[in-house]
C-alpha cells in the first residue's frame, strides 16, 4: 500500500502493526524500582522465559546487566499478590525465589544463590537493619490452615526463619528502620478490612532483643496510613487518606500534619507490597506524584516554606519514585504511546534520561489510540467515569455508515484504575477497528475513599449499573455501535462480565478471565488476605448467604443470552479453577453459547508468551464470530459450543 492511501473496510476488520506475538514481546514488565548505594535495582518479566522475574541493574559504564541466573524467579507468594521480593544490602542481593519461596542470598559480584531461609515460610518487604540483619514481612505457612503474619527480623545465615518482632494483627506491611536504626515503623491491619481500608501505623524502639515501647501514631477506624519513610531528623512521613483523599503527611515532635492537602490521591490500593509514591531530598523537599484533573502530577514540596513546585515529565504515569542522588529521581514511567521505562528525572533541570526500556514493542503514531477521560451519569444521580479510546488506524476507514464495535473493560480489584498509559493490550483492539472503554466503575481508586467505599454491599450492582451507563454514554453520543458491545475483564473484572451478562441484554458478547462466578464458593476457597474481603463488598458471611446466592453469576444462568468465552489459569490459588469450572458446566447443560480455554502452568494472570498469544488470538476469534465481522488476521481456530450459525 502506498504511503497515504487509506482503505475504506469494516470495523474490526483493519491490519493492525499489533499482532498478538508483539503484545508477548509488550508484556516485559518493569516493577520494583530499587536504590542502594546510589546505584539502580529493578525487576523485569520474562514471558519468553516461562514468565520468570529477574533482577537487573544499572553498572558501571552505564551497561544494564541482568543479575539473576537461569532457573531462578524473584517472585514473593506474600498475600499471594506478591511485590518487594528482594533488597539489595551492601554487595548482596537477598531475594525470594518463587518455585520454593526461599530466600535467597547472590553476591553481586558474582556466584551463585544461596538458600537462607526454610520451607513453609514467605518473606517480602525486607529493609537493612543494624547488626547485618534485615526487617521483613514473613508468611508462615508451615501450618497451611493458619497462615500467619508478621514483621520479623533475619540474621541472614543458613536455616533462619527469623525472630518475630511483631505479630499482632493480621497483616502487616511496610517495615522501615529509622535513619539511626533506633526505631521502627510499619503498617498493620485486620480482617475483614483491606489496606485501603482500617490500617494502622506503628513505632517501636528497636533494640537486640526485639520491640519496645510500641505505640500506634497514626490510623484506625475509617483511615487508610500506609507507606512511612523516616526523615534524617527522626521526623515520620506517611500517607494517609483521613481527609478523604491519600495526601502526604508527616509526624514531627508529636504533632501530624499535612505536607500538601489536596482532593486527589498521592497512592494507590496496596495489592503488591512495597508501593513507592514518594521520596526524600535533601534540604526538606519531598518528591511527590498525585492525580488531578485526568493527569498525574510530579511535584517538588518544600516542607518549610511550603511552596509547591511542578516537574515537567514525558510520562502519563508512573511508579516506584525513589531517591538517586541529590538532584534526581528514579522512577518507572508510562506515556500515552510508549512501552513503561526506567527512568532518571532531575528535579531542578527537569531533564529526563531513559535508563531502559525493556519492551521491545513500539507503535507507529498513526496507530495510536490516546485515552480520552469521560465523565458520565449513573444510577442514583451519581456520576462515573472511564478512559474512551477510539478506533485508531492510519492506514483505514470505515464505511461512512458504520459505527464501531465496542469492547467495555472491567478492571480488576475491584479497586483497580484505569490508567491512561500505553498498552499494547488496549491498542490491538482499537487499531483493529474497535472503539475501547475502560471504566472506573464506583469502587475503583483514584477518586477518594468515598468512591472507593460506594462498592461496599454493593459489589454486582455498583459496578454493573456503571458498566451499563457507560455503554449508554456512548451508544447515545455516536460513538459506538450498540448492536456490537462486547465486555471484558479478569478476576474482580471477571466478575462484573458475569454479573452484567446475567442481568442485562446490553452486551452481545463476554469475556471472562479467571472471574467469580459463585461468591460463596469464593468466601470459602480464597486465600488468607482476600479471605474476608467479600464482608465489606458483600456482607458478612454467613450472615449475608442470601446476598451471596441473590449476587452470583451462577445462581441467575437464565439472564445469559450473549455468547461468553473463559480464560482460566490451571494453577490459580486466588480464583481457583473451579470458578469457571461452574459457570462453563451450568452453561453448557443449559445450551448457551460458550467457549472454553485453561492454561497449564497459569496462576492468576497469564505470564507465558505463548499463552499470552494464544489468549489475545482467541478473544479476537471468538469477537469475529459472534459480532459478525472477519478479522483480517490469521488465526487459531476455537470451538464455540451452542453458537448459531449466521
Not at 276 to 287: C, E, F, Q, T, W
Amino acid at each position: 500500500m502506498a504511503d497515504g492511501d487509506v482503505i475504506t473496510r469494516p470495523y474490526g476488520a483493519w491490519t493492525s502493526p499489533v499482532t498478538a506475538q508483539s503484545l508477548a514481546e509488550g508484556a516485559i514488565g518493569v516493577a520494583d524500582l530499587r536504590v542502594a548505594d546510589g546505584r539502580l535495582f529493578w525487576l523485569e518479566s520474562r514471558p519468553a522465559e516461562g514468565g520468570r522475574m529477574v533482577a537487573m541493574t544499572l553498572a558501571e559504564g552505564d551497561r544494564v546487566d541482568q543479575i539473576t541466573p537461569e532457573g531462578f524467579n524473584v517472585r514473593t507468594r506474600v498475600h499471594e499478590y506478591g511485590g518487594a521480593a528482594y533488597a539489595v544490602v551492601g554487595d548482596t542481593l537477598y531475594f525470594s525465589n518463587f518455585p520454593d519461596q526461599m530466600l535467597y542470598a547472590q553476591p553481586l559480584a558474582g556466584g551463585a544463590p544461596e538458600a537462607l531461609t526454610l520451607a513453609g515460610y514467605r518473606f517480602a518487604d525486607a529493609s537493612a537493619a543494624p547488626g547485618d540483619s534485615l526487617v521483613a514481612v514473613r508468611e508462615d505457612h508451615s501450618d497451611r490452615g493458619n497462615v500467619k503474619n508478621a514483621i520479623v527480623r533475619l540474621w541472614l545465615v543458613a536455616g533462619d526463619i527469623g525472630d518475630v518482632l511483631f505479630a499482632g494483627s493480621d497483616f502487616v506491611a511496610y517495615p522501615r528502620v529509622s535513619v539511626d536504626g533506633r526505631r521502627l515503623a510499619w503498617m498493620a491491619w485486620d480482617h475483614p478490612n483491606m489496606p485501603w481500608d482500617d490500617t494502622r501505623l506503628y513505632v517501636a524502639d528497636l533494640g537486640a532483643d526485639g520491640l519496645s515501647n510500641v505505640q500506634v501514631v497514626a490510623g484506625g477506624v475509617g483511615e487508610s496510613v500506609m507507606e512511612p519513610q523516616w526523615g534524617a531528623d527522626g521526623a515520620l512521613y506517611f500517607i494517609s487518606d483521613r481527609s478523604g483523599f491519600w495526601n502526604l503527611y508527616v509526624l514531627r515532635d508529636g504533632a501530624v500534619r499535612p505536607l500538601l492537602a489536596k482532593d486527589a490521591e498521592f497512592a494507590g490500593p496496596l495489592w503488591g507490597l512495597g508501593q513507592a509514591n514518594y521520596a526524600l531530598m535533601d534540604g526538606g523537599r519531598i518528591v511527590a506524584g498525585y492525580g488531578e484533573g485526568g493527569r498525574e502530577h510530579l511535584v517538588v514540596i518544600d516542607e518549610a516554606s511550603g511552596a509547591v513546585r511542578e516537574v515537567a515529565v514525558p510520562f502519563g504515569g508512573w511508579g516506584g519514585l525513589k531517591r538517586l542522588d541529590a538532584r534526581r529521581v528514579a522512577l518507572v514511567g508510562g506515556s500515552g504511546d510508549q512501552t513503561a521505562a526506567v527512568a532518571t528525572v532531575d528535579i531542578e533541570s527537569g531533564e529526563t534520561v531513559v535508563i531502559r526500556r525493556p519492551s521491545p514493542a513500539s507503535l507507529d503514531a498513526r496507530y495510536v489510540a490516546r485515552a480520552q477521560p469521560i465523565s458520565f451519569p449513573t444510577s442514583g444521580g451519581r456520576t462515573a467515569h472511564a478512559l474512551y479510546y477510539p478506533p485508531t488506524n492510519g492506514d483505514f476507514t470505515a464505511p461512512a455508515s458504520e459505527l464501531p464495535p465496542l469492547i467495555v473493560q472491567a478492571h480488576g480489584g475491584p479497586t483497580g484504575q484505569a490508567s491512561p498509559s500505553f498498552s499494547l493490550a488496549n491498542q490491538f483492539w482499537t487499531s483493529r477497528g474497535f472503539a475501547l472503554v475502560d471504566v472506573d466503575y464506583g469502587g475503583s481508586s483514584g477518586y477518594g475513599r468515598a468512591y472507593r467505599q460506594r462498592l461496599n454491599g454493593q459489589w454486582g450492582v455498583v459496578d454493573v449499573e456503571d458498566v451499563i451507563a457507560a455503554v449508554r454514554f456512548l451508544t447515545a453520543s455516536g460513538r459506538a455501535d450498540p448492536k456490537r458491545v462486547a465486555i471484558h475483564g479478569g478476576s474482580a473484572g471477571g466478575f462484573t462480565v458475569l454479573a452484567a451478562l446475567s442481568q442485562s441484554d446490553v452486551f452481545a458478547a463476554g469475556g471472562d478471565f479467571y472471574g467469580v462466578s459463585d461468591l460463596e464458593a469464593l468466601a470459602r476457597d480464597t486465600h488468607k488476605f482476600e479471605s474476608r474481603y467479600l464482608d465489606n463488598l458483600v456482607g458478612p458471611y454467613p450472615a449475608a448467604k442470601a446476598v451471596y446466592e441473590q449476587r452470583s453469576p451462577l445462581n441467575h444462568l437464565e439472564g445469559f443470552k450473549a455468547p461468553l468465552i473463559i480464560f482460566q489459569g490451571a494453577e490459580d490459588p486466588i480464583v481457583p479453577p473451579n470458578q469457571a469450572h461452574m459457570i462453563l458446566d451450568a452453561l453448557r447443560q443449559r445450551q448457551q453459547p460458550v467457549a472454553y480455554v485453561e492454561y497449564p502452568g497459569e496462576g492468576h494472570g497469564f505470564r507465558r508468551a505463548e499463552h499470552i498469544i494464544h489468549a489475545k488470538q482467541a478473544e479476537l476469534y471468538f469477537y469475529g464470530q459472534v459480532l459478525g465481522f472477519t478479522p483480517a488476521d490469521d488465526l487459531p481456530e476455537i470451538r464455540i459450543e451452542n453458537l448459531p450459525k449466521r
